[in-house]
Each structure stands twice: as C-alpha cells, then as structure tokens.
C-alpha cells in the first residue's frame, strides 16, 4: 500500500470528523495534519508496519494515529472512517471521497441549491449557480477542492523537496543531487521537482526511486532522465549530470525558457556548449567565461538580468539577515495567539530592533478587530511596556480597514496616536477594478496612511484576488509618501514579484512583513524575502532594513 493510499483515508476521517456535532478541532487537525505529512514521507509506511517501527517516533503521529495507519495497512481499510461513514448521510459519504471539502460549506450548497450529489456541485459550478447564490469565496472553495492537486505552495514544496533529497542520497545512493526548476528559483506555486543527479548507476537511481513513500509511479524515463508522479499531486524530474558539466546542467535547469533564450543570445546554445567540450564544474565558471556577473536564481525570469549582468549592474539582492524588525504582526488583541510581550521577546530573540503590533481594527469582527476605546488602552499599555523594556522597542500600530468609500476605520484623533499603520481590504472583494483602484488611492489621501497591506488580497491556489490598477496606486504611494508590504505569509505573498519590482522601480519602498499571528509565524520573513528577491530588491528599498529613526522619519507624512 502506497503512503498516498493511507493519507488519504486519514484526511477522509478528519473530515467526516469535522462534521460531527461534538467534534473535537484539534483531534479533527491532528489527522489532517497526519495526513499531510504522510504524502511527502519518502519511508514506505507499509514496510514500517511490517517490520513493527514505532510510528510514534514520525512528527505528529501519536498512538491514536498509529493506530490507524497500523489498521488501515494491515486491513485496507479503517474501521473508524467506515462507521462514520455508515452513519452519516449518503451525501455527507460521497463527500469524504474528496478530503479537501469541507461537508458544513458543501450541505450548505446543497441545500440552497437543491442538490444531493457531487456531480449536481460540480455542474452548479460550471453553470456559476454557487458564486451567484453563495458567493465567491464559496465557488473557489468547492472548484479548488474538486480539482486534482497538480501544483502546491513553495512552502509546503520546501519539505517535499528536503524529503526527496534524502530518499536520493540515501536508499538511492546518489553521489550529489541538487535542486533546479521554478523551486531553485523560488516561484510562488511549484508544478514540479527538478532535480540534478550524480550517480554511478542513474537506472538504479530510477528503479530505486519508484519505492519513495512506499510507491511512486514512473511516468516516463529515458537514458539520463525520468520523471515521476508524487503523492503530493506534482511532477518529480531527475536528470543525469556529471562533475565536469554540473555548472552547465544546473543553470540550464534552472532558468525560465525566457531567461535561457536570453542567456543563448550571449553564451550560444546549450547544446553546442555541451559539446564544445568546455569545462564548467560550476555555474560561476560558465558566466565569467562569458563576462557576466553571477546572476541570482531568483532573478532568472527574463526580464533584464542577462543584460544587467553584462554590464555589471545586477542588484545586490535583500536578504533574510538585512531584516531589522517586523511591520505586521497580531496579538491576542485581535486574532492572534500570543500576547504583545511574548510577541516582542520572540522578536528580540531573533535581533529585531522594533516590532510593530498591527491588531485588526473594529469593522473586521470576524478577526476580533479592535473597538476604538480598546485601541487606546492598548496605545497606553504598548507606552508602559516600553519604559521598561530594553534592545527592542514595540511600535503602536493597526491592520485598518480600508473601507468601501476609502476612508479609514478609526478617527484621525485616534489614529494619529498610532506611530504608523497598515491599512488593508478585507471587505467588498466584488468591486470593479476602477472603484477598487479608487478606494485605495482615497484612503491614500488620508495623512494617517503608512502601509497598504497585502495589496490585492489574494491568496494563492484558492482566490485570485480583487483588480486593481496597480500602476496607478503605485505613483499615488509615490506622491503621498506610502509604502507597500509584500506580505510573508506563504498562501498569499503578495505583492507578487512583478508588481513588487514596479513599486520598487519607482522608488516606492516596500515592508517584507510576516502578517505573524503567533510567534511561530516570525520564520516565514523567509518566503517574502524570496520574494523581494525575485523582484530584484536590495536592502534600500526595503522599509524594516532600516534602522528605526530612519523609519520613524519617513512614517512622518
């Protein structure tokens, strides 16, 4: 049995458990989580079972689960999921054939649409019946869950991608491996896995490679290249390269086909560089071969980079250590999970200077936001905290709404109390592309307008997000004095890189920001730095790489 055969069960019986009236959350996440790291485990859990490994020692797994997998190994099926299966109603079963709906939202389509079948769901869609009736947010719901997984989220392929490696180097006895692709470049959404492989023998690499989490089916292969099809849902690459070609290999693996037609223009193909016999055991010696200066993965989109690099004016791109605090973050005042002091001494202990505390503000109830009366406690008690704490400073702060008619969802008076904000739309998704542009320019008007948060709220894999003319709010930041964040978190990062790369061409500085609602979610600073990366950003251009008086200064408008 594959590890995608038993993930699947999993996440089949946290979702009919979710369903039931007295569930318990964290049992129903505890499986949904099981089942997640099961699709990227490269052991056979099969074999495990088999050979009785304490499966307690894999994260996230405890006797319960254990369990589980033991039975659903040994006997094909799950005792548990079957019974609940039985009991609920038979549209409620034929949902569980599809882990990722969720049964609340999908009975509530059903029942305002009169329907009782997946197939019923999946024609209301196509027919626009679901995003007429029951919104936006519920179509992509259900058109998400319904299609076949065929990419995933950068940060998630962050730990398929560590699990693959270990499975070449280790049971498939790889010499050297090393990752290319979009990964290598760190695009948002991930389609497939390339990796480079130096072997003594890649056909056993190949044969070998088919046992990854228990089975992985070969989709093609060839003398020096196969490719294969994971249970995560993507494409897994693996091509034959060799020590005195490795720099070669890799950056023909790794660039766009833009940026590879670009780089041809200078290098010639990569075909006659291969055969000219030319050496390049690395990539530094392929470029300055040809007088160009190392380019940056990140950067290798074909935009200018190749014509930068010849003329030896490529960015020195931002990185996570330039950081110096954080913009956007929550506490328990709103959403989030952690009080503004553990909150600060987490950010302390990474080496911030400063941390801005961003709670929602009071229209967005849903997220706790914060009524006036309770943002200027907060305002008093962030000024006590501060004369008595020492190395980091907290700055007064809010998330605003920015709401339909452009203003602001505090009082100026309030506001100005605030030693800067962040204002966002978290309302109104529907409106056209002009009165979403005009909304935003209006609330840029607003003097008290620092940071335009997570710019057209998308999130990636599930909403595209509202139009907007981005060219148009950027000269509008340009002449008031705003400013924009890319916003870390891995299902949004938005800014995306080209609109990151406008702001940052007209001079328009941007916030590399978590949006950390716990104190866990500081790391993910390193998904938005990709980010700016990609964008060709340096350190100037980035607001929290300055020190706070400097920033202090420019929040002064």
């Not at 989490?213 to 897994?236: D, H, M, N, W, Y």
């Not at 960015?315 to 330039?322: H, Q």
Request: aromatic fraction near 6%; hydrophobic fraction near 40%.
């Amino acid at each position: 049995m594959s590890n995608a055969e038993v993930a699947d069960k999993l996440a089949s019986f946290g979702q009919l458990l979710s369903s039931q009236p007295e569930k318990n959350p964290y049992k129903v996440r505890a499986y949904q989580k099981a089942a997640a790291l099961i699709r990227v485990l490269p052991a056979s859990l099969d074999e495990m079972v088999r050979q009785e490994v304490d499966l307690t020692g894999l994260p996230g797994v405890g006797e319960a689960i254990a369990d589980a997998i033991r039975e659903i190994v040994l006997t094909g099926s799950l005792g548990r999921l079957e019974s609940l299966r039985a009991q609920s109603s038979p549209e409620l079963a034929r949902i569980s054939d599809y882990p990722r709906l969720d049964p609340k939202r999908v009975l509530r389509v059903y029942k305002k649409l009169n329907i009782a079948s997946i197939e019923g769901l999946r024609d209301a869609l196509d027919a626009g019946l679901i995003e007429q009736q029951l919104g936006m947010r519920m179509a992509q719901h259900v058109r998400q869950a319904l299609m076949p997984v065929e990419a995933m989220l950068l940060y998630k392929a962050d730990a398929l991608r560590a699990s693959v490696e270990e499975f070449l180097v280790g049971p498939c006895d790889a010499r050297r491996v090393e990752v290319a692709g979009g990964y290598r470049r760190r695009t948002e959404v991930v389609d497939e896995l390339t990796f480079l492989v130096e072997a003594e023998d890649f056909a056993a690499v190949v044969r070998t490679m088919q046992s990854y989490g228990g089975e992985t089916p070969l989709v093609r292969a060839g003398k020096s290249s196969a490719a294969f099809g994971l249970s995560a849902g993507i494409v897994l690459r693996l091509r034959q390269a060799y020590p005195t070609n490795w720099g070669l290999s890799l950056i023909a693996c790794t660039g766009s086909m833009s940026h590879l037609r670009k780089l041809s223009a200078v290098t010639g193909s990569i075909a006659k560089l291969r055969a000219s016999g030319d050496a390049f055991p690395d990539e530094e010696s392929l470029y300055a071969q040809f007088g160009l200066g190392f380019i940056a993965p990140e950067l290798r989109e074909g935009l200018d980079e190749v014509r930068r690099a010849q003329m030896g004016t490529l960015p020195a791109l931002v990185s996570v250590d330039d950081i110096r605090g954080e913009l956007h973050a929550h506490s328990l005042s709103s959403d989030g999970s952690n009080s503004i002091e553990q909150m600060a001494a987490t950010a302390q202990m990474r080496g911030y200077e400063y941390l801005g505390i961003t709670d929602h503000s009071q229209s967005l109830k849903i997220a706790g936001g914060v009524s006036p009366d309770d943002l200027w406690k907060q305002v008093r008690y962030i000024d006590r905290l501060n004369e008595r704490l020492s190395g980091i400073r907290i700055l007064k702060s809010s998330e605003v709404d920015i709401l339909q008619d452009g203003s602001l969802d505090y009082p100026d008076d309030l506001l100005k109390e605030l030693d800067y904000t962040v204002c966002s739309i978290h309302s109104r998704f529907g409106l056209g592309k002009e009165e979403q542009t005009e909304r935003i320019m209006r609330a840029m008007d607003n003097r008290y307008f620092n940071i335009l948060g997570h710019a057209t709220g998308r999130l990636l894999l599930k909403r595209p997000g509202y139009e907007i003319d981005v060219a148009r709010v950027v000269m509008q930041a340009r002449q008031n004095g705003c400013f924009f964040e890319i916003n870390s978190s891995p299902d949004r990062l938005d800014l995306s890189a080209e609109n990151a790369r406008m702001a940052g061409e007209a001079g328009v500085k941007i916030a590399v920001s978590t949006d950390a609602h716990s104190v866990r979610e500081f790391g993910l600073v390193r998904y938005g730095i990709d980010q700016a990366r990609r964008a060709g950003l340096e350190k100037s251009s980035v607001l929290n790489c300055l020190p706070l008086e400097h920033l202090s200064s420019l929040f002064r408008r």
